[in-house]
Every structure is written in C-alpha cells, then in structure tokens.
C-alpha cells in the first residue's frame, strides 16, 4: 500500500508539470508557484488531473490481492491519498470518500446499547407496519401458494415463470433503470448444498435456484425470484457496480437494502397492486426484517423468530434455515438494516404517495451513492 501514491501514468506527471508541478520518481510534488495566479482554464485542468489521481490511486488500492476493505487498508489508502492529492480540487463524491475512509462508523462491527435499541425499537415499528399491510389483504385462495413439489413438470414450469417475470419486468420497467448494457440473464437450477433457497451468481450473470429447496417453494414466490435476484435486483446492480469498490461489505448491504426498498415501492404501480404478488413481497419484507431483529438480539431463539413469522408462506424448514444464516451474516444484517432506514429517508413523504416522476429521480439520484457507506454522516451530504 505504500507504492499508492507512486505509479501514474508518465502523461500525468507530464501535465503536472505543465502546471507548475514536478514529477521526481514518478511521484507528485508541488511546487509553489511564483508567478502571476493561474488562470481558470488552468485551474480547471489541474482540478481535473486531480480527480483523475485521486480516482488511479483508489483504483489501484482495491485492485491489489487481498483488498477486502478493512480499516488498515482504508487508512494506509487515505494517507496516500492525502500525500499525493490536492483533496481541495476534488470531486463532492471524492470528498464523500475519502470522509468514509477515515470515519470510524465505516468500521464498527459492534453497536453501543443505545444504538442497538434504537435499531431494535426502529425495525420493531417497521414489523408491525408490515404485519398491518398484511393483515389488511382480501382473503387469498391457499391454491396461488401451493408448493411446487418434486415433479420435474412443475419445477420447469416454476423456473419458466420466473424467466417470464423478468422478461414482464424488462418489458415494463416501471423504475425507468437502465437495462440495456445488461449482459443476458439466465435461470438455473443449483445442485450443491446452499443456504439459500435462490441467489445471483454474477460470474456467469445467472439466477441459481437450489435443487434440495425448489420443491418447498410456492408459485407466487417466482415473482420475488425474478425481481430479488435478477430485475430490478442483483442482476442490475451487481452487473453495473461502479469501480473502485472500496468498502466492498457495505456495497452488498446497500444494494440489498435499495432491493428491499424496490421490493416495497413496487405497490406504487398498477401491475404489482395484486393480493397475492403484495402477500408474497410483504412476506419476503417481514421475513428479512425479523433477519435484521435477529442480528440485533443474538439471543434471539427459534421459537421467537418463527413467532414473528407465524402467518406467512413459508415452509417451517425454510424458515429455520434463514434463521441459523443470520449468525454467519449478522454484520451484514444489521449494516443493511441501517442502510435501508437511510435509504428510506430520502423521500419527503410516503414514497409510494409520490408521483412517479419524483419517485424515480429520487431513486436515480440515489444508486451513485450506493458505493459508499451509508451507516456514516458522509452519504447524503
């Protein structure tokens, strides 16, 4: 991490130099310079270069083997940045960087029981709201959510359903997201051991549906596998992630928290505004709010979080499954937990209240700062 101020390209100390810098071991120096102040034109250009070596220089740090974002590697990248940089010529979103760099908050694994307990208290509100959404549905005919089962016939037809929902969703594309430089999605089924029941594997851009749990999932829930892992969800933002990824676990929790906003905000138009597409999505929000409550209350039992999910879809083994992941994932939980709160703060009212003009600006303006971490004072500066 020492060599991050050192390497740019001949050319840039070239025109540094232009501007009255020296270029001494391929390293940056500033030299003072004495005579009339430079002009707009020059300053312009010497703000431009700086952006562009602050961006080199991050972009080398998290391209080196072993960069997982830790608090070593953020500190020994904001110093190099500091040595190197002219930080007053720097872009608003380097700024928000570089704070999220040296911010103690980007870290913290932990939380302070007053911080906790807000949380708790937070994601305990939320829960009953969601559970009042619920209850408020018309009665649904139990056929729309039979299982799947072991029959080869149906779990084609499950896997063809959710390969229409996404072509719907495509189609349609009620958020106004940009889909065309997408790569191709396809939907198939996984045979190892998973914890989860579906997930996006972005090496070869596809939806795995684990074999051992397709035959316990509903036919409604291939509209949550489409939207979740493939549009508007992992497959648009894990694709399309913009680079440096500097704080890489913060990335995975601000994505899933935006597609859990998605998720809600999809009742804000008409073709999603059907009893059973609601039921599932508002089961899917629940199921990860009381994921969020675990990872706050480690002590949490079983019998608990299956409590808080009595009246919902899911096969008993499936929830039992998702309550054993939240231990290995908790920091994520709760990271995503306090992103989806920051995230929601973002409208000035109900957001499914909104007209849908302003609400997809709102969102538009909000993916850039997906990159950054939004449990820190720096992300919607």
Known sequence: MSTLGRGSSFTLCLLFYWLGTGCNQLSLERAEIKSTPPSPEQVSLRSKLEQLLFDD?????????????AQAQ??????????????????????????????????????????????????SHRLEKLNRERRSLNDIDP????????????????????????????????????????????????HLPSNSAFFYQAQD?????????????TFAEAEIVAFMTGLPGQHFFKQLRPKPRLFPLH??????????????????????????????????LRLHTVQQLKAYQPKMVLGEFLGLLRDTNFDPARLTQAFDAVDETATLHRLTAEAFFSLESQFDQSAQALPKSVLRATIADIIPILRLPLNTATSFD
Do not use: C
Request: proline share 4%.
């Open 57 to 69: 220089i991050s972009s080398r740090a998290a391209s080196e083997a072993g960069f997982v974002g």
């Open 74 to 123: 953020h500190l020994a990248l904001s110093e190099a940045l500091a040595q190197s940089v002219d930080l007053t010529l720097i872009r608003p979103d380097q700024k928000m960087i570089f704070a999220a760099l040296t911010n103690p908050l980007t870290h913290r694994t932990q939380t302070d029981e007053g911080h906790q307990l807000a949380m708790i208290s937070k994601l």
């Open 143 to 190: 056929k729309i959510f039979a299982k799947v089962g072991e029959s080869p016939a149906n779990q084609q037809q499950f896997l063809n359903l959710v390969q229409q929902a996404i072509a719907i969703q495509a189609r349609t594309n009620p958020f106004q997201l940009d889909y065309a430089s997408l790569p191709s999605l396809l939907v198939k089924t996984f």
């Open 205 to 217: 851009a596809s939806i795995r549906v684990a074999v051992d749990t397709l035959p316990r999932l």
């Open 251 to 284: 990335i995975e929790a601000n994505e899933t928290a935006m597609i859990l906003l998605l998720l809600e905000l999809a009742n804000a138009f008409e073709y999603y505004r059907v009893d059973y597409s609601q039921a599932v999505r508002l089961d899917y």
